[in-house]
């Protein structure tokens, strides 16, 4: 046998070995035994460089060091999922399915919500490529060199799965390990580790791997994405991830009605204790591929999934006092500061309690006795009081009068659940946390400049508002403590570049109350200018589709205020962009003005996405469910058999992908 042989004799086996190991919880070798052919192997490796594999199971003990993890963009984006607490919930989004798809032949899987870290692998060709954190959901981490010491991760697949696509799962680290981890941890008086979700996806960002290799973490995949529609459905997908070596756990089911989902929850409500790992409760996804492309994704999460959170786990502490935090638009929170407990294997001293009202339901007063939940990642939160154990004088809790940062006299709106501190320009937690917002990722997006700075920049007095940033100069921020040239040169470079941020995002970076991103670029796509906008009418606004009232009065607002036209002004001056640029305006027409579409199946030419965005640039309107209102199916291939019956019974126009394209190029 020559030694390319050998050594890929010797990778295949151990690759096999791992998997029954760490997958399949099965050994059939000794660890001595694997010690010894994995010293084989590296030998023939060190002599033969000429048949190096990044993907040899030899490089799972790790050794690379990665100093700064390089970002890269994800080709999907990582959705959250939406959360469901209760039966009526899950019965709710059932029937917004059924509704979307015009059908209620459905079927579901079941899957535990894993509690660690979620994680993106692509694989090409069989072979492991890369591995991403979630980040924000755009982009993420390559912690590769971190996750190919994961054992149950498979390097390289055992037979054909589809060429290539992306797996998505969750880096767990089990209970037994987690716990092992800690007692040598205080063995060695270092302070242990908090849970072990925080100890797994703090472990995907060491930079040595050599370490991480060391802890006990697992893999468990949850989803495949590839655009080879090999698997008709989710589940189906999920079984063969498995059968090619991935670990997919035993738990999964599928399930024929929202019925026997019930009893799937209700199983694991309590079996979940005896689980080696934690769950922190239930994903219930539609299971069929083709289904779930139909539903597609609101701006946060899937259409075709829903969590489902297992009853949180409470403490009763004491209440030591209410602070109030003044937020970038006002808004009051009141806090509670308690006395600190052990919750859920953290450590709880706030929990944030909302509004007037909600102090006023549970009748909350300092000194009471306080019952505090909190489930997986959700802020922990004062369930009720514990009456039985209220001191004997005391006195109902006062909401405060007046803003704690400047005195003002608050105000509350018919309607609004908060009070607002209307002192918007000379309260400093409403100036600084509009600048903080306003350089913000999904805003300007300023690089070189992080919330520290900002608060730098107002405590010497460089600036007051937004626009001053832009009047900033190197020399003046060089002196700055911990401030550094090169740093001070990147900074006013970012300021700089942030002049080429689209329209959309700068109206959702001048933090007008109640514009968030998906209202900003709404508005942009009407008005096109901040100019067309600011002189806008309370019910030209309102005409505008998805602006409600008190949308409109805020625009109103905000456009009255003098204060804030000379900002914009400024901003107009510097060449900040606040008109949609004539590039974009290129392609966009009003050729469908009035004209709601709904689009169903699958496109060639273009995609789904392509094909509602130039609905929209022509001034058309994309609905997700066939109605009276609808005018035009698009149909694709594979239109589900329920849309079209309802669009024939509805004497709803069908057109082709073509037809459509036709008519926007007319
Ligand atoms: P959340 O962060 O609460 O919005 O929930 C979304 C996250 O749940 C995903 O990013 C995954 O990391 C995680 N997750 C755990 N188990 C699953 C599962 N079975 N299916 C989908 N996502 C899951
Ligand atoms: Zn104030």
Known sequence: MSSQQKIEQLREELHQYNHNYYVLDNA?????????????????????????DTNSPSQRVGGGITKNFETI???????????????????????????????????????????????????????????????????????TTNIKTIRSIPLKLKRDFVKNFEIRGEIVLPLKGFLKMNKERFENGEEEYKNPRNTASGSLKLQDSTEVSKRPLDCFLYQVITEERKYKTHFESLENAREVGFKVPETIALKKSINDVFEFINFWDSERHNLPY??????????????QEELGYTAKAPRWAIAYKFKAEQVSTVLN??????????????????????????????????????IEKLDIRINDFVFVEKGGEIIPKIIAVDFTKRPMYSEPTVYIKNCPECNSELIRTKGDAKHYCPNEFGCAPQITGRIQH????????????????????????????????????????????RMAEKSA?????????????????????????????TVAKKLVKHFKSIDNLMVASFDTLVSVDEIGDRIAQSIIDFSNNLSNIQLINRLKLNGVKLEVSSESLKNQTDKLQGEVFVVS???????????????????????????????????????????????????????????????ISE
């Not at 570049?497 to 109640?514: D, H, N, Q, T, Y």
């Open 28 to 52: 059939i070798i000794s660890d001595y035994d694997f010690d010894i052919k994995l010293k084989e192997l590296e030998k023939l490796e060190e002599e033969n460089p000429q048949f190096f």
């Open 73 to 143: 963009i994800h080709k999907n984006r990582m959705y959250s999922l939406d959360n469901s607490y209760s039966r009526e919930d899950i019965q709710d989004w059932e029937k917004r399915v059924q509704k979307f798809l015009g059908t209620d032949d459905i079927e579901f899987t079941c899957e535990l919500k894993y509690d660690g870290a979620s994680i993106n692998l692509t694989f090409e060709n069989g072979q492991f490529v890369k591995a991403v954190t979630r980040g924000d959901g755009f982009q993420g981490d390559n912690v």
């Open 278 to 291: 934690e769950t922190d409760g239930i994903v219930i996804k539609v299971n069929n591929l083709q289904q």
């Open 321 to 358: 006092e209410i602070k109030y935090q003044v937020g970038r638009t006002g808004a009051i929170t009141p806090v509670a500061n308690l006395e600190p407990v052990q919750l859920a294997g953290t450590t709880v001293k706030r929990a944030s309690l909302h509004n007037a009202d909600q």
């Open 438 to 481: 306003f350089i913000s990722r999904k805003a300007m997006d300023i690089d070189g400049l992080g919330g520290e700075t900002i608060d730098l920049l107002r405590k010497e007095n460089l600036i007051s508002n937004y626009a001053d940033l832009y009047d900033l100069t190197v020399a003046q921020v060089i002196p700055l403590e």
């Open 489 to 517: 040169q990147n900074m006013i470079s970012g300021i700089k570049k942030s002049k080429e941020i689209p329209f959309e995002k700068v109206l959702f970076a001048l933090g007008i109350r109640f514009v968030g991103e």
């Open 601 to 663: 199946g699958i496109f060639y030419q273009l995609s789904r996405t392509e094909l509602k965005k130039a609905i929209e640039d022509n001034g058309g309107k994309v609905s997700s469910s066939i109605s009276k209102k609808t005018n035009y199916v698009v149909a694709g291939d594979n239109m589900g058999p329920s849309k079209l019956e309802k669009a024939n019974d509805l004497g709803v126009t069908l057109i082709s992908e073509q037809d459509f394209l036709e008519m």
